[in-house]
């Protein structure tokens, strides 16, 4: 079962900011957030993934709500290649080593 | 990053029939690798999770005997379909986790194979 729930479909505005939400209630303390999407007749691509404190690269920037019950995942600038759906994910020791991947939010981006 | 590398990205088989896809991890060492089903409009399934050395561990559902896995290098996983159906064509995605790191790290996919059975 996935731990994560996430909205099924957002859209943005080209080179306009997105704020993917996710929550996670039932958030370990040792469990990490991860975030990765998926591009049309593609295997999922790494974004970003944080525990406690807010993370940037350069993909995107990870805002981690402080009690850990929520995350959003921030793209600065959307384009239209980040048109994908994203999946936020928990890593917890209960799963061992996998990635349970939910529904997701499908990220629409209009020129 | 780490690239993982997934072949053949398209096949089309005869019912009845095996199919293996590949699943490599070019410039790292895997000692677990998963492999997902994922079909039209749907999340990604987990189907098993395979360790280097060992017999994988399937999820409730998946056929073992139908899908072998074989993780026999730190580097290679492969998936057998085997005497394939209509109803097995999908899009069959693999994941590797680098050696001897924990829960703060990333998976790395492969491109997915897409499998269609006639």
């Known amino acids: 079962d996935a731990k994560t729930t996430q909205p099924n479909s957002m859209e943005s505005n080209e080179e306009e900011p997105v704020h993917l939400p996710c929550n996670h209630s039932t958030i370990s303390g040792t469990d990490y957030i991860h975030w990765y999407r998926q591009l049309p007749s593609q295997g999922p691509e790494y974004v970003i993934h944080g525990l406690t404190s807010n993370v940037n690269n350069r993909m995107a920037s990870l805002a981690i709500a402080e009690d850990r019950k929520s995350s959003t995942l921030i793209l600065h600038r959307a384009t239209l290649r980040d048109a994908a759906v994203y999946y936020c994910?928990?890593?917890?020791?209960?799963?061992?080593?996998?990635?349970?991947f939910g529904p997701g939010t499908r990220l629409s981006v209009l020129p | 990053g780490a690239v993982v590398s997934q072949h053949p990205s398209r096949v089309i088989c005869k019912s009845g029939t095996s199919v293996k896809i590949e699943c490599r991890s070019l410039?790292?060492?895997?000692?677990?690798m998963f492999w997902y089903r994922q079909f039209p409009k749907q999340s990604l399934m987990l189907m098993a999770t395979s360790n280097e050395g060992s017999k994988a561990t399937y999820e409730q559902g998946v056929e073992k005997d139908k899908f072998l896995i074989n993780h026999a290098s730190l580097t290679l996983s492969t998936l057998t379909v085997t005497s394939a159906h209509p109803e097995d064509s999908s899009f069959y995605i693999c994941s590797a986790i680098q050696l001897g790191q924990g829960m703060n790290t990333e998976a790395f996919f492969g491109q997915g194979t897409r499998l269609t059975v006639v």
């Open positions: 410039d790292f060492q895997a000692t677990t």
């Open positions: 994910i928990l890593r917890d020791d209960n799963y061992g080593q996998n990635f349970v």
